[in-house]
């Protein structure tokens, strides 16, 4: 017995170490994959999200002054104590950039700050002054709006490090004075809209590229494998064109002298020409074009693998052979028509190039106002927040693709 | 004719090509009768899957006809021909469950589902698989599978069964027990099965009769017994059982039987199937159990040398050779005398009445 029992912890002590060798194995050939996917993928991300409630400038530039309004009521005029800390802070900025820093970020909050801030930090080093009070007269003499309390406002709300000031812009909210949440005013709003359209946009490029893909998808897996991938690198085709040479393509095709213009007219369909480019149209069908081989290729895997059998059993059954697609053949698919539509959807709500240029203002997507953000008024907060917000809802449909596989095995 | 003399299904000189060059199935004449089992039979690409489509309406014929109860269904479509059909792969609906599966022919027929429900249940009693109707067909055993198929074929009381291979992805010991079921089911229904199969064995423990395709024609129709004791030609003969085979020249013809000069120079006597003349090239074909073992030489008799022995349990196996090129296959039942050694001359005795010479 004992013999057996030395042989058995033998035999546990060399199938561990074989499973130690295999996991190293495994470990060394994914580390590559793994450090480039952290380095490109994972930070960046990271980095997004980061910097979506990253909120260092005022923090930095006037820390004395963040700490002397901490306990102030922000309806009541500012603590003498805040104008006498807020004039050692500017001392403290040495050089112009620092303040300017500053100056801009108070000035994305209201309106005016930016004057306010640098005027005040050129007029350093004020006289000294005996206490508190005397430095708030001179502040004021310098310029009377230091007596309102809104620029005060906007430091206090910005004192702390972490914001979600720019998230709640990104779905057009904001902290009130209180700090209550509410609603963006009417004519600051406009990322809701925004989002709605970039998705109303997505779900219709998503339903048309769903409609034209099935019945192409379905005939080329009927086909002889030859045939089928000769017809499948005619469909992958748009893939290999660089997304400027097939917006510029579609530009000649449906501008307003343009080919399909042309041909309707040609055909006496229509006697004023379309209005096809910069525009609705002219964005859903670009977009339909480019996103359409990742509706094919998901179908055309999942329909490959359906047997004939499926069908031809429901017909030999009694079904007539309409009925017997829909209720057999169709449910089989589904794996794919979600897949294919989560892709398209997914790639559909961050397009920019094509929206940018094939659509009028009302056509641009959410992608656009982040690239404003970033391009243009070198928000970084605001962009990433608003990159945030596309991260999410794409989270948020891929949780409900797989609440919905879970369900139905078939997804899966 | 009267309605008892129609056959369920007759194809009349049935023909079909995919390519328009070469004939899968041709000059097809064959009958089913009502009730029975038939076997379609044969090599993998004779036709017979070709001519159960046909007949399922699934492939149309390129020539002939196909009547049903008299009638030409050549251009009724599948959905129409109220068979039940049973494919090699079960074809089971994998996002219905077993009870949905079963019912769906029902549901197609507009069935009310309390009646639905009856009958779905009586069908998965009938294949002993009551109680699985919430199962889905990917939690089912491969037989149990094939029941559920079996079952699905069987609810709407169809005219007749297609069956392709049904058993044909199971192992050895399922398959023989599914044959066993089958057979069973078809005696208590009475329904007309047609079934398509390439295992000689199965189709020999199954049917009332089979018939055995090769290259796209029809060779023989016939029951079981029949079909291994006169096989109709050489095909027949070394497809449907084991054979010995045997070359020559035909010697001289006396009515039914034909003396043959072997091309190791014995002679036999066997009875003559088909049309030869003297000197005619033939085949002397018989079957491993009817070939007698025998020390001395005497009628009908060749020299021979043992050249291996496999003991099967039930049976011995010998492996003979005659005048060193060919080899004739002996069976004989375990117990009867000392087996033979490797290497040992002995004589082996063909009785004439057992011997089948084909031209």
Known sequence: ?412 | MTLAETPLVRFAGVHKSYDGATLAVRDLDLDVQRGEFLTLLGPSGSGKTTTLMMLAGFETPSGGEILFDGRPITGTPPHRRNFGMVFQNYALFPHLTVGENVAYPLTVRRVSAAECTTRVNNALEMVRLGGLASRRPDQLSGGQRQRVALARALVFDPAMVLMDEPLGALDKQLREHMQVELKDLHRRLGVTFVYVTHDQGEALAMSDRVAVFNDGALQQVDTAERLYEEPANRFVASFVGDNTALAGHVAAIDADFADVTLDCHATLRGRLIGPAAPGTAVQVTIRPERVIVRDGGGANTVPATVQDVVYLGDHLRLRCGIDGRTTAIVKRPVGSGAAPAIGARTHLEFPAEHVRIYP
């Open chain 1, 1 to 412: 017995m004992e013999a057996v029992a030395d042989t058995m912890a033998d035999v546990r002590v060399a199938l561990r170490r074989d499973a130690r060798h295999r996991t190293a194995t495994a470990l060394i050939l994914v580390l590559p994959l793994a450090l480039f996917l952290l380095l490109t993928f994972l930070v960046p991300i990271g980095a997004l999200l980061w910097r979506a409630v990253d909120n260092p400038e005022i923090a930095r530039a006037v820390p004395r002054t963040v700490a002397a309004l901490a306990r102030w009521d922000a309806a009541s005029p500012p603590p003498d104590q805040a104008y006498a800390a807020f004039v050692a802070d500017l001392q403290a900025l040495r050089e112009q950039t620092d303040a300017g820093m500053l100056a801009r970020r108070l000035n994305t909050e209201v309106g005016g700050a930016r004057s306010l801030v640098m005027n005040a930090w050129r007029a350093q080093p004020l006289p000294a002054a005996v206490d508190a009070a005397a430095v708030r007269a001179q502040l004021i003499a310098l310029d009377p709006r230091w007596e309102e309390p809104w620029i005060w406002q906007a430091i206090a709300k910005n004192g702390a490090r972490l914001t979600p000031d720019y998230l709640l812009a990104s779905v057009d909210l904001k902290r009130a004075a209180d700090g209550s949440i509410v609603t963006m005013e009417a004519d600051r709003s406009a990322f809701r809209r925004i989002l709605a359209r970039t998705f109303g946009i997505a779900a219709i490029v998503t339903a048309i590229a769903l409609v034209l893909a099935y019945p192409l998808a379905w005939w080329l897996s009927t086909m002889a494998p030859r045939r089928a991938n000769v017809l499948l690198i005619v469909v992958l085709v748009p893939f290999w064109t660089s997304i400027l040479v097939r917006v510029a393509a579609w530009i000649v095709l449906l501008q307003s002298g343009g080919l399909v213009n042309q041909a309707l007219r040609g055909i006496g369909l229509i006697d004023q020409p379309l209005a096809l480019l910069f525009n609705r149209t002219g964005v859903v069908i670009a977009m339909v074009h480019i996103l359409l081989p990742f509706m094919v290729l998901p179908l055309y895997s999942v329909m490959k693998s359906i047997p004939r059998d499926y069908v031809r059993a429901a017909v030999s059954l009694g079904s007539h052979p309409l009925a017997a697609f829909l209720r057999v053949y169709v449910p089989q698919t589904y794996a794919g028509v979600a897949a294919g539509s989560l892709l398209v959807f997914i790639l559909a709500i961050g397009y920019y190039v094509t929206p940018a240029l094939l659509g009028g203002p009302e056509d641009q997507m959410l992608s656009y106002s982040v690239a404003q953000y970033a391009n243009v008024h070198l928000d970084w907060g605001m962009a990433c927040a608003l990159g945030s917000v596309l991260l999410a809802a794409t989270l948020v449909l891929y949780a409900i693709y797989r609440r919905l596989a879970r369900m139905e095995p078939a997804l899966a």
